[in-house]
């Protein structure tokens, strides 16, 4: 599975070729273009950070969840200049990469819920944001016909 510096790396030279109109694309009123999923991934980075800081130092945590759409309609990425929100989930990423890479060993094992969850590993909820990065990258290219 590739880092997440790995997934900013490959992704970033794709995302910076879009214009501000295809990113500002939607192909239905409910469905986001890529400015908000560029958006929902900074959100998550947000949430996730909290939680890859606090399961780090302490096990069994029990943390919220949040309400993704909520999120990337208060953050108003699609009113953004696309050049904006992109530099932005540039550097948050680069900073969680970091974050990811500096947990210390014997935190891996720590369990969290989210949100009422099962409980999961650190591991496996960092392991999971960069394959939600991912997976959620993966959409742009349908959503500006690209």
Do not use: C
């Amino acid at each position: 599975m590739p880092t997440l510096s790995e997934v900013v790396a490959a992704q970033l030279p794709y995302l910076q070729g879009l214009t501000e109109a295809q990113a500002s694309s939607q192909p239905a009123p409910d469905v986001w273009s890529a400015k908000q999923i560029v958006g929902h991934l900074i959100d998550s980075g947000v949430n996730n950070h909290a939680r890859f800081v606090r399961a780090s130092v302490q096990d069994g945590l029990a943390l919220s969840g949040y309400d993704q759409t909520a999120w990337v309609a208060a953050g108003g990425y699609q009113q953004r200049p696309w050049a904006d929100v992109l530099g932005l989930w540039t550097v948050y990423q680069t900073q969680l990469a970091h974050v990811i890479a500096a947990l210390p060993a014997a935190s891996l094992d720590h369990t969290l819920s989210i949100g009422g969850g099962e409980p999961v590993t650190l591991r496996f909820v960092a392991e999971d944001y960069v394959r939600h990065q991912q997976w959620h990258l993966n959409q742009i290219p349908e959503r500006v016909g690209a």
